[in-house]
């Protein structure tokens, strides 16, 4: 979830957060949430899965439990607990995207909206304590805003085929310009594969794309709206790029090839791309998992 090549970020994960931990029971519970998760993910018995499974399942339940409550009543006193427990709850939900029933297929809406909610916390959260220059929400907001902005401004010229309309089909206006802001996002997070970006950085990438999403956008998705279902699809391809992480993992694959199977055949021909990437990553991935197995079991 941090990294050292971001030290302002690697200090507030790897000690301010967990000395905030002590005082503050759903972060406290967060944190052995997403431990949980991240081990049951990287045993190999099916015993040690469902050990951590459900305890993973034990901490998710304390943790709503307490942070709803605090999620609705934000003070300058657990501001910065409540975002931290909230970020943790997003990529946890991320991660539990690998063990989601597809069949029928729904898009992901649960962690869009979490992601939504987590938002409107944080920019009310950062309001009651940017004059604090000890707050620890502080690094995180200014190292994430220029990515925002970026993201925000980054042109869909790369890729504009997909927001190019099919043969008899009329795209209303409003629709059209979420295509476009969507798709100028999609450009900003390829631009990050195709300049060989370390994976520590490339996935604040990954991690700000559900945040940029308009409402307009998820609302699209619900309607099983078939261009807004390529985007999607296009960026779950993307990643797959980071698909040797454990909260990655397979999930970019299923998503894909769900997608795939839900959309008729006017539409697959967009999705040559991301089956393509997904699967040759998939190969990829499964080959570092190896590699680091066989690296434990020498040790």
Same mark, same amino acid.
């Given at each position: 979830?941090?990294?050292?090549t971001?030290?302002?970020?690697?200090?507030?994960?790897?000690?301010?957060?967990?000395?905030?931990?002590?005082?503050?029971?759903?972060?406290?519970?967060?944190?052995m949430?997403?431990?949980?998760?991240?081990?049951?993910?990287?045993?190999?018995?099916?015993e040690?899965?469902?050990?951590?499974?459900?305890l993973?399942?034990?901490?998710?339940?304390?943790?709503?439990?307490?942070? =709803? #409550? @605090?999620?609705?009543?934000?003070?300058?006193?657990?501001? *910065? /607990?409540?975002? !931290?427990?909230?970020?943790? %709850?997003s990529?946890?939900?991320?991660?539990?995207?690998?063990?989601?029933?597809?069949?029928?297929?729904?898009?992901?809406?649960?962690?869009?909206q979490?992601?939504?909610?987590?938002?409107?916390?944080?920019?009310?959260a950062?309001?009651l304590?940017?004059?604090?220059?000890?707050?620890?929400? =502080? #690094? @995180?907001?200014?190292?994430?805003?220029?990515?925002?902005? *970026? /993201?925000?401004? !980054?042109?869909?010229?790369? %890729?504009?085929?997909?927001?190019?309309a099919?043969?008899?089909?009329?795209?209303?206006?409003?629709?059209?310009?979420?295509?476009?802001?969507?798709?100028?996002?999609?450009?900003?997070?390829?631009?990050?594969?195709?300049?060989?970006?370390?994976?520590?950085?490339?996935?604040?990438?990954?991690?700000?794309?559900?945040?940029?999403?308009?409402?307009?956008?998820?609302?699209?998705?619900?309607?099983?709206?078939?261009?807004?279902?390529?985007?999607?699809a296009?960026?779950?391809?993307?990643?797959?790029?980071?698909?040797?992480?454990?909260?990655?993992?397979?999930?970019?694959?299923?998503?894909?090839?769900?997608?795939?199977?839900?959309?008729?055949e006017?539409?697959?021909?967009?999705?040559?791309?991301?089956?393509?990437?997904?699967?040759?990553?998939?190969?990829?991935?499964?080959?570092?998992?190896?590699?680091?197995?066989?690296?434990?079991?020498?040790?």
């Amino acid at each position: 979830m941090t990294s050292p090549t971001l030290p302002a970020m690697n200090d507030t994960w790897t000690v301010r957060v967990p000395k905030l931990a002590i005082d503050y029971e759903p972060l406290l519970s967060a944190i052995m949430l997403i431990a949980s998760h991240h081990l049951a993910c990287i045993k190999t018995t099916p015993e040690e899965v469902e050990h951590h499974l459900t305890l993973r399942s034990l901490y998710l339940g304390s943790t709503l439990q307490a942070h =709803r #409550p @605090a999620s609705l009543s934000v003070t300058k006193e657990n501001a *910065e /607990a409540v975002c !931290f427990t909230a970020l943790i %709850l997003s990529v946890d939900n991320m991660a539990n995207l690998q063990n989601r029933p597809l069949e029928p297929y729904e898009p992901p809406l649960q962690w869009f909206q979490l992601c939504k909610s987590i938002e409107g916390v944080w920019r009310l959260a950062f309001d009651l304590v940017k004059d604090d220059v000890d707050s620890r929400i =502080r #690094p @995180a907001t200014e190292t994430m805003l220029p990515w925002y902005r *970026e /993201a925000k401004a !980054f042109s869909p010229e790369r %890729l504009n085929h997909l927001i190019q309309a099919q043969e008899d089909e009329s795209i209303d206006a409003d629709d059209m310009k979420v295509y476009q802001e969507t798709v100028g996002v999609l450009s900003w997070i390829l631009a990050g594969i195709e300049s060989g970006e370390d994976l520590n950085i490339f996935c604040r990438r990954l991690r700000l794309m559900p945040f940029l999403l308009s409402d307009r956008f998820i609302n699209l998705l619900d309607k099983m709206d078939c261009r807004a279902m390529v985007l999607l699809a296009h960026y779950f391809a993307m990643t797959s790029y980071a698909g040797e992480l454990w909260w990655i993992g397979e999930s970019p694959l299923r998503e894909v090839k769900a997608i795939e199977r839900f959309l008729d055949e006017k539409w697959q021909v967009m999705l040559a791309w991301p089956l393509d990437m997904t699967q040759k990553q998939d190969v990829k991935n499964k080959r570092v998992v190896v590699q680091s197995l066989n690296s434990a079991g020498s040790t």
